[in-house]
């Protein structure tokens, strides 16, 4: 009897553990088995961040992204870059433009062997007539511009159309030609895009010709324009030497003297004999005052004809220069001083128009000289040719730029989507 309970009690504590243990390992497989079941998920799902606010409008939003801005775009990219895109084909041509006379490095050119200025300048005159209208209306004349880029063959998104206005072909025609100027040797390289490849060589060789002609326009209008301004110059060059002239013509006649030089040589030759007779005379007279009373006639005679002497030279002295400061200038004027400044004035101004004449001829027979010769030039280094294989559209290249833009749109969409949401809640 002892024995029986002393057993019972040994093994009643040692059984009950086991079955706690057995418990225990049972719950946490159970545990386990409902954390991974089907059911788990499901709650999971409905709980916790699928349950918050807005997360069925959010998976419309990503759903509509996705079509909108990846499968949309990338399946219109393919429709039109593999099926209905035109080929476009290029004709590039390249010339210069330079001046007939030998050009001048300025001071910016020597250092950076940039041409000068006025080379550049003409070269994107150019140009920029390249991408004007006067370019569009003369190749629309000449080639059929507009019926060359609005043909129905051509697809729908890069043909022109034909009811748009001459501002927006203009546009359109800048899109399909591009010049560029290569420094620093001024080369200007032109690309003309049509869709065929007989179009691209024959709007780009109008192209060439028109600026060619605009260069030609350009030295006629340089020649006229010199030789017309020195023929102006010289005619009024001309008139003032005429008016001068008559100017002369005039105060000789005015005075009566024809060379007021001459008159002067001759007058002042007179006045200077006079002088020696009327020392003579004097001394004559004094000689003979010694012998002879002064009352005697033939000292009286001499008296006489040396005061005739004195009162010529007076006059001959006064028609030379004026004496005193006080004389008005309308006295100075009538002496031969004042009438040979007045004279020197007028030859001054005559030998003046002279010159300016002789060189305003000197000019003219220059610029008619320089009008013989051009002084533009349009060097076409590489002509137009016609194009073999077409080099627009690239049609891999623009489908998988699509690819990558659109991919990239739709993550930075979504990104800032989430971004929002979760500053939301």
Same mark, same amino acid.
């Given at each position: 009897?002892?024995?029986?309970?002393?057993?019972?009690?040994?093994?009643?504590?040692?059984?009950?553990?086991?079955?706690?243990?057995?418990?225990?390992?049972?719950?946490?497989?159970?545990?386990?088995?409902?954390?991974?079941?089907?059911?788990?998920?499901?709650?999971?799902?409905?709980?916790?961040?699928?349950?918050?606010?807005?997360?069925?409008?959010?998976?419309?939003?990503?759903?509509?992204?996705?079509?909108?801005?990846?499968?949309?775009?990338?399946?219109?990219?393919?429709?039109?870059?593999?099926?209905?895109?035109?080929?476009?084909?290029?004709?590039?041509?390249?010339?210069?433009?330079?001046?007939?006379?030998?050009?001048?490095?300025?001071?910016?050119?020597?250092?950076?062997?940039?041409?000068?200025?006025?080379?550049?300048?003409?070269?994107?005159?150019?140009?920029?007539?390249?991408?004007?209208?006067?370019?569009?209306?003369?190749?629309?004349?000449?080639?059929?511009?507009?019926?060359?880029?609005?043909?129905?063959?051509?697809?729908?998104?890069?043909?022109?159309?034909?009811?748009?206005?001459?501002?927006?072909?203009?546009?359109?025609?800048?899109?399909?030609?591009?010049?560029?100027?290569?420094?620093?040797?001024?080369?200007?390289?032109?690309?003309?895009?049509?869709?065929?490849?007989?179009?691209?060589?024959?709007?780009?060789?109008?192209?060439?010709?028109?600026?060619?002609?605009?260069?030609?326009?350009?030295?006629?209008?340089?020649?006229?324009?010199?030789?017309? +301004?020195?023929?102006?110059?010289?005619?009024? &060059?001309? *008139?003032?030497? !005429?008016? %001068?002239?008559?100017?002369? #013509?005039?105060? =000789?006649?005015?005075?009566?003297?024809?060379?007021?030089?001459?008159?002067?040589?001759?007058?002042?030759?007179?006045?200077?004999?006079?002088?020696?007779?009327?020392?003579?005379?004097?001394?004559?007279?004094?000689?003979?005052?010694?012998?002879?009373?002064?009352?005697?006639?033939?000292?009286?005679?001499?008296?006489?004809?040396?005061?005739?002497?004195?009162?010529?030279?007076?006059?001959?002295?006064?028609?030379?220069?004026?004496?005193?400061?006080?004389?008005?200038?309308?006295?100075?004027?009538?002496?031969?001083?004042?009438?040979?400044?007045?004279?020197? +004035?007028?030859?001054?101004?005559?030998?003046? &128009?002279? *010159?300016?004449? !002789?060189? %305003?001829?000197?000019?003219? #027979?220059?610029? =008619?000289?320089?009008?013989?010769?051009?002084?533009?030039?349009?060097?076409?280094?590489?002509?137009?040719?016609?194009?073999?294989?077409?080099?627009?559209?690239?049609?891999?290249?623009?489908?998988?730029?699509?690819?990558?833009?659109?991919?990239?749109?739709?993550?930075?969409?979504?990104?800032?989507?989430?971004?929002?949401?979760?500053?939301?809640?």
């Amino acid at each position: 009897m002892n024995d029986t309970t002393d057993h019972t009690a040994l093994t009643q504590p040692h059984g009950a553990l086991e079955r706690a243990q057995a418990i225990s390992r049972a719950l946490t497989d159970a545990a386990r088995r409902a954390r991974f079941s089907t059911r788990a998920r499901g709650a999971y799902r409905g709980g916790s961040f699928a349950s918050r606010r807005g997360a069925t409008l959010v998976r419309i939003l990503t759903i509509a992204l996705l079509i909108i801005i990846v499968i949309v775009p990338n399946l219109v990219a393919v429709l039109y870059f593999g099926l209905l895109a035109s080929n476009q084909y290029i004709s590039e041509t390249r010339f210069t433009v330079s001046s007939g006379a030998i050009p001048k490095m300025d001071e910016m050119g020597s250092v950076t062997g940039v041409p000068p200025i006025l080379i550049v300048q003409d070269t994107q005159v150019v140009t920029n007539y390249i991408h004007s209208r006067p370019m569009v209306e003369e190749l629309e004349g000449k080639v059929g511009l507009r019926e060359a880029y609005s043909a129905p063959s051509i697809d729908w998104w890069a043909r022109f159309n034909t009811k748009k206005p001459i501002e927006k072909f203009v546009d359109y025609w800048e899109s399909m030609s591009h010049a560029s100027i290569a420094f620093p040797s001024g080369i200007v390289a032109l690309k003309v895009y049509a869709f065929s490849p007989a179009d691209a060589k024959r709007i780009a060789d109008a192209t060439v010709a028109q600026s060619e002609k605009l260069i030609n326009e350009l030295n006629d209008r340089m020649r006229h324009d010199t030789v017309l +301004a020195s023929e102006r110059d010289m005619q009024q &060059a001309s *008139k003032d030497l !005429a008016h %001068a002239r008559i100017q002369m #013509e005039l105060e =000789r006649n005015a005075e009566g003297l024809i060379d007021v030089g001459e008159t002067n040589k001759a007058l002042t030759g007179l006045a200077s004999g006079l002088q020696a007779d009327l020392l003579k005379t004097q001394q004559e007279y004094d000689t003979e005052l010694r012998y002879v009373s002064a009352d005697a006639p033939q000292m009286r005679v001499l008296k006489s004809r040396i005061t005739a002497m004195k009162t010529q030279l007076d006059q001959m002295n006064a028609q030379l220069t004026t004496q005193g400061e006080k004389q008005s200038d309308a006295v100075a004027d009538k002496t031969l001083s004042g009438k040979m400044t007045k004279f020197a +004035a007028l030859d001054l101004e005559e030998r003046i &128009a002279e *010159k300016r004449y !002789a060189t %305003a001829v000197a000019a003219v #027979e220059a610029a =008619r000289i320089l009008s013989e010769r051009r002084m533009l030039y349009l060097h076409e280094i590489v002509a137009p040719a016609q194009p073999e294989e077409s080099q627009y559209p690239r049609r891999w290249l623009s489908i998988g730029m699509t690819f990558i833009a659109s991919i990239i749109t739709w993550m930075s969409a979504i990104a800032a989507m989430g971004f929002v949401r979760n500053h939301m809640a």
